[in-house]
């Protein structure tokens, strides 16, 4: 699993890696008893988590559209305590958030201690999108970039475990879907 953790950016390339890589799982019988096992041990690890209560654990999943978020949140995720689990989605700005800073949203949906919040896109969608499409200044939109970095700071240091995931699949499958 190694191969897919990019824990310095510098120098990373999304386009350096291929969307239709073979995870080294034999096929799709082997799979899901792999599934099984991780889901059962991710159980345990939530149980001794919520019980723990020291630290909170927010999984922000990134990916195109159709690249199978909700899906694999629902597959990834089935198994565990539903009390202690949070999805939270982000689509389009409310007129309301768009009155306040573009983090104003985030931050309520964060985790409680002994608690896990999953980001079904997130807060990086308010660069990427107000990028890509113009809706703000180059200097504004570049700023959120440090807002970010500070942002996920501050939960780290109150004790959030941050974990980032970007669903990559090929062009093609994504024109399919």
């Given at each position: 699993?190694?191969?897919?953790?990019?824990?310095?950016?510098?120098?990373?390339r999304?386009?350096?890696?291929?969307?239709?890589?073979?995870?080294?799982?034999?096929?799709?019988q082997?799979?899901?008893?792999e599934?099984?096992?991780?889901?059962?041990?991710l159980?345990?690890?939530?149980?001794?988590?919520?019980?723990?209560?020291?630290y909170?654990?927010l999984?922000?999943?990134?990916?195109m559209?159709?690249?199978?978020?909700?899906g694999?949140?629902?597959?990834?995720?089935?198994?565990?305590?539903?009390?202690?689990?949070?999805?939270a989605?982000?689509?389009?700005?409310?007129?309301?958030?768009?009155?306040?800073?573009?983090l104003?949203?985030?931050?309520p949906h964060?985790?409680a201690n002994g608690?896990?919040?999953i980001?079904?896109?997130?807060?990086?969608?308010?660069?990427?999108?107000?990028?890509?499409h113009?809706?703000?200044?180059?200097l504004?939109?570049?700023?959120?970039y440090d807002?970010?970095r500070a942002?996920?700071?501050?939960?780290a240091?109150?004790?959030t475990?941050?974990?980032?995931?970007?669903l990559h699949i090929?062009?093609?499958?994504?024109?399919?879907?």
């Amino acid at each position: 699993m190694q191969r897919y953790q990019v824990t310095d950016g510098k120098g990373f390339r999304l386009a350096d890696h291929d969307p239709a890589a073979d995870s080294g799982v034999a096929g799709k019988q082997e799979g899901r008893a792999e599934v099984a096992e991780l889901t059962a041990r991710l159980d345990d690890l939530q149980e001794k988590f919520f019980a723990d209560g020291r630290y909170k654990l927010l999984v922000v999943l990134q990916g195109m559209d159709t690249s199978g978020k909700g899906g694999a949140i629902r597959k990834a995720f089935e198994g565990l305590d539903p009390a202690g689990v949070h999805v939270a989605s982000f689509k389009a700005p409310t007129s309301e958030e768009l009155d306040h800073d573009f983090l104003w949203r985030i931050h309520p949906h964060t985790p409680a201690n002994g608690k896990m919040t999953i980001f079904d896109r997130s807060h990086y969608e308010d660069v990427l999108v107000v990028r890509v499409h113009g809706l703000a200044p180059k200097l504004r939109w570049k700023a959120r970039y440090d807002h970010i970095r500070a942002f996920e700071q501050m939960l780290a240091d109150e004790g959030t475990v941050i974990r980032k995931f970007f669903l990559h699949i090929p062009k093609d499958e994504q024109r399919k879907r």
